[in-house]
Structures are given as structure tokens and as C-alpha cells.
């Protein structure tokens, strides 16, 4: 079975300092996984995903991902946080692209 | 394009009331889903198309809930009868399975009052 843990709720962090937002999966075969942003009263947005290529995957915004598999985790990084980063951020696992699962989410905030 | 087109934005309606609740997908995007949030139990996926065929439905709460896409380029989620605890974001998303990546639409706020 697939599932998606992401640690905390509420991360808070000053503007410019590092953003780390943890993510660890559980699934049985090498999964495709997904980084999304949600901001107020919008939908999901895709911020980057991990195919089975390379093991650092750069997305949009400046955010990056680093898949390990030794670890099942995919957590998501930006070096410099600004305050328009701060959003909703999703999680996801998938073996099977018409089953897509989701974690809890993160809110971020960004403190100027 | 456009994206994925999601209406009404907002609904508020009284329980017992007919909803529903239409999307349209991106053009060339093969597969739609049905997602609802909420707080409590996050996003869970109701129900999933491909070629416009429902393929998996068992995340429809109950039978009160029903979902249809008659082509390519619309389906709906209809709520018969309305129940507050059916208060809920609701998405739809499009995507192809070659290009594995689920788009996700603005939503509609749902309250049930």
C-alpha cells in the first residue's frame, strides 16, 4: 500500500533563510512522486516531480527535491525563502498515474 | 490554455438540495478525476475517468453522490440530496497518463447549510 507522511503541519521560517519541508513515502515499487503548492483559495499547482531520472529534480519557483531511497524520503528545499512562498505544500506518491496519494500538507509561513 | 475550468467557484445551498458541480478539462487530456478537501481528511479522490469511461468510483462517499462525463471536454459531479456534511472544496484535474501529471482546477467551495 501507498502512503505519504509529511512532518509538521506548520513550518515557520524568516524570509531569505533555508525552506526544508520533509515528505517520506511507503510503497512497494520504485514510485513516481510530486511536489504541489496550493495557495489561498486556489487549486493544486505543480511545483516539480520525480520520474525515475535524475535523483535532484529542480521545479519552478527555485524549489528543488532530492529522491532517496534508502531513506523513502522526497523532501523539498529552497535555499532562500521569500514571502510570496508561503503556501499550502503537498506531498504525493503514485504507482499508478489514475492513483495519486496525497499527504496532509504543510503550510508554510514566511516571516518577513 | 486555459486550464482546467471549474464551476460555480462558490455554492451555497440548503440541505436536501440538488448540487451540481461541473468541470472541464485541458484539450488532449484523456483522464479526469474528482477530488473533495477538507480539513478533517485532507484530499481524497471520489472518482476517476479515462476516455471519458468512469474506471474507479469507490471513493464516492455514497449514493448520493454521482459523477458523469458525457465527453471529452465536460463531466459534472451532482450531490442528490445535499447534506452540510457534504461542506467541502471540490477539484477536478486532467492529465494524460504519458505525461503523468495531474492538473489540478481552481475548485468550488461547497456549503451545505
Known amino acids: 500500500a501507498q502512503s505519504v507522511t509529511q512532518l509538521g503541519s506548520h513550518v515557520s521560517v524568516s524570509e531569505g533563510a533555508l525552506v526544508l519541508l520533509r515528505c517520506n513515502y511507503s510503497?512497494?515499487?520504485?514510485?513516481?512522486l510530486f511536489w504541489y503548492v496550493q495557495y489561498p483559495n486556489q487549486g493544486l499547482q505543480l511545483l516539480l516531480k520525480y520520474t525515475s531520472a535524475a535523483t535532484l529534480v529542480k521545479g519552478i519557483n527555485g524549489f528543488e527535491a532530492e529522491f532517496k531511497k534508502s531513506e523513502t524520503s522526497f523532501h523539498l528545499t529552497k535555499p532562500s525563502a521569500h514571502m510570496s512562498d508561503a503556501a499550502e505544500y503537498f506531498c504525493?506518491?503514485?504507482?499508478?498515474?489514475?492513483?495519486?496519494?496525497f499527504g496532509s500538507g504543510t503550510k508554510l509561513n514566511v516571516k518577513p | 490554455d486555459a486550464g482546467v475550468i471549474q464551476s460555480p467557484r462558490h455554492e451555497v445551498t440548503e440541505m436536501g438540495q440538488e448540487v451540481t458541480l461541473r468541470c472541464k478539462p485541458i484539450s488532449g487530456h484523456n483522464s479526469l478525476f474528482w477530488y473533495r478537501q477538507t480539513m478533517m481528511r485532507g484530499l481524497e479522490l471520489l472518482i476517476y475517468f479515462n476516455n471519458n469511461v468512469p474506471i474507479d468510483d469507490s471513493g464516492m462517499p455514497e449514493d448520493r453522490f454521482s459523477a458523469k462525463m458525457p465527453n471529452a471536454s465536460f463531466s459534472t459531479l451532482k450531490i442528490q440530496p445535499s447534506e452540510p456534511r457534504d461542506s467541502a472544496v471540490y477539484f477536478c484535474?486532467?492529465?494524460?497518463?504519458?505525461?503523468?501529471?495531474?492538473?489540478f482546477g481552481p475548485g468550488t467551495r461547497l456549503t451545505v447549510l
Open positions: 510503497s512497494s515499487v520504485p514510485p513516481y
Open positions: 484535474a486532467s492529465g494524460t497518463a504519458d505525461g503523468y501529471t495531474q492538473y
Open positions: 504525493a506518491v503514485s504507482e499508478d498515474f489514475n492513483k495519486f496519494y
